[in-house]
Each structure stands twice: as structure tokens, then as C-alpha cells.
């Protein structure tokens, strides 16, 4: 006989991978801004520190785009495995820095740390049923 039964498992959540579309060209960000391809940004953002991984050291950049629900946001834990995504959809603004839903603004420093990253993001727009 099967038998459905739903299981609680606990995740260490290191990050979240962001796929958004460039929607106004260079006026959300310059062609050459790093992570920029084509008419996409793709980045990986560490959650504990809120740096984005891999960030050319040295360079500064401020995003501040208007995405709506054309992205998509990817959960990994400590080994690399997708948790959760949420494709196609509004901004998790308790997770990105941004307002409404429709934007994300991060302020990245010539480390790759973003400045205004939440002291302690939150997940909810990714398990909405959680209490």
C-alpha cells in the first residue's frame, strides 16, 4: 500500500541565484556590468554575508532595476543543491533589497558586499505555507 506522507526537513540556506531580465537596457545597468549577459543579469549572492560570489574585485556597481515578475530566484544549501525557486515571479523583497515586489536595488562595494543587504533576510516568498 502507499502512502503520502508529508515530511519537515530542515535546510541550511547559503544562497540564493537571481535571473532577471534587463527590461530598459543601459538604463538599468551598463552593458558592461559585471554578471550582465545580454539582456539578463545572472548572479549567485552569498546569504550569511550578502557578497555576491565571484564579484571582480575593485569594481563598484549600483542595480537598481525594475523586474516586476520576470525573475527567477534560486535557493541553494551548503553543498550546492536548488532548495526552492521561484520562477517567473515577483522579487522576494524580505530576501533582495528593493521595494513592492517590482524592484531590486543592491549597492555593491569593490568587494562584492552589498551594502544595503538585510541583517537578516527572510524566506517567506519562498515557502508561503510555513507559520
Do not use: H, Q
Not at 503520502?4 to 547559503?14: R, S
Not at 534587463?22 to 538604463?27: G, I
Not at 557578497?51 to 534560486?74: A, F, H, N, Q
Not at 537578516?120 to 505555507?129: C, L, Q, V
Request: proline share 5%; with cysteine; glycine share 6%.
Amino acid at each position: 500500500m502507499k502512502v503520502k506522507v508529508l515530511v519537515e526537513k530542515e535546510f541550511d540556506i547559503k544562497s540564493v541565484e537571481l535571473s532577471i531580465a534587463v527590461r530598459y537596457d543601459e538604463e538599468d545597468i551598463p552593458n558592461d556590468f559585471p554578471f550582465r549577459d545580454g539582456n539578463m543579469w545572472n548572479a549567485k549572492i552569498d546569504i550569511d554575508s550578502g557578497k555576491v560570489i565571484d564579484w571582480p574585485i575593485g569594481k563598484v556597481g549600483l542595480l537598481s532595476m525594475k523586474v516586476c515578475d520576470e525573475g527567477t530566484y534560486r535557493l541553494f544549501d551548503e553543498n550546492g543543491n536548488m532548495i526552492k525557486e521561484i520562477e517567473n515571479d515577483y522579487v522576494p523583497n524580505n530576501l533582495l533589497p528593493g521595494s513592492y515586489g517590482d524592484y531590486i536595488d543592491l549597492d555593491i562595494d569593490e568587494s562584492g558586499l552589498i551594502i544595503n543587504w538585510y541583517k537578516y533576510p527572510n524566506f517567506e516568498d519562498f515557502f508561503p505555507d510555513n507559520d
